[in-house]
């Protein structure tokens, strides 16, 4: 880190420029993934239900099972790879903050005004004249570590995805029990398998990845900070 700080502005910007470009790209395959998602739900739904009006009483059963399997595999590896990404641009933070600090940037323009905008408690670190950049780098980069950099809206889309879920499973159960003896037991089994892993992705989604840091977090690791300086 403190040779990092020493570099001049021609090779900040250069890694700025890099590293911005990075951001934006996991940003846009977040996007497509999402896109990608979406997408083929709504063909697997749509071929269901084709072949509901077609054939009711095949595609309340085998068919239900096996859309509904898939549809919460799409939908839980969606939310678990979204976050995924989403960690690696949060650690792409640090970088940002050393590359904007050493190019003197404005704070309405730069990663340490979007961080104190989302998220006002880090405002105590990011806007205090105390502490050097290179120790609001190291502070930032402890949160970042610690998955407490904030959610930047993904945990209403786990949610969203959790509801989605939840209605396509009570319905699929209700519905294929009521026609049980249509389904093997096999599929039964691989439907199991499939709702449980789309559930599962959906829960490691919800507790592997960042979150929003509360005033306890922020206060404690200045402390913590301040203790170790010399």
């Known amino acids: 880190m403190g040779e990092t ?6 090779d900040a910007r250069a890694l700025l420029t890099s590293t911005q ?21 709504a063909a697997l739904w749509t071929y269901f239900l084709n072949g509901y009006f077609e ?32 960690h690696q641009i949060a650690s792409l ?13 404005p704070s309405t323009r730069s990663t340490s005004g979007y961080l ?3 998220l006002p408690r880090l ?23 610690g998955k407490k950099i904030g959610q930047r809206g993904h945990r209403i889309l786990d949610f969203f995805a959790l509801a989605i879920l939840v209605v396509i499973t ?5 519905r294929v029990v009521s026609s049980i003896r249509r389904c093997s037991w096999d599929l039964w089994f691989l439907w199991l398998i499939a709702n449980g892993l789309g559930f599962l ?29 010399p």
């Open 116 to 118: 104190s905008t989302a």
């Open 201 to 229: 992705f959906l829960l490691l989604a919800l507790t592997r990845y960042q979150k929003n840091p509360n005033d306890h977090d922020v206060e404690e690791l200045i402390t913590r900070f301040k203790k170790s300086s």
């Open 21 to 41: 470009q990075l951001r934006t790209h996991w940003s846009g395959v977040i996007t497509t993934h999402l896109t990608v998602a979406l997408t083929m739900n």
């Open 93 to 105: 933070y640090t970088d940002l903050l050393l590359y904007e600090g050493k190019l003197a940037a």
């Open 123 to 145: 405002r105590s670190i990011l806007q205090c004249d105390q502490f050097s950049l290179e120790n609001k780098v190291e502070l930032i980069s402890d949160l970042v570590r």
């Open 5 to 10: 700080l020493y570099m001049d502005k021609d």
């Open 55 to 86: 054939s009711p009483d095949i595609a309340s059963g085998p068919y239900l099972l096996v859309v509904s399997g898939l549809s919460s595999i799409l939908f839980g590896l969606w939310r678990l790879n979204a976050r995924h990404i989403d």
């Open 170 to 174: 009570i319905p699929s159960v209700a």
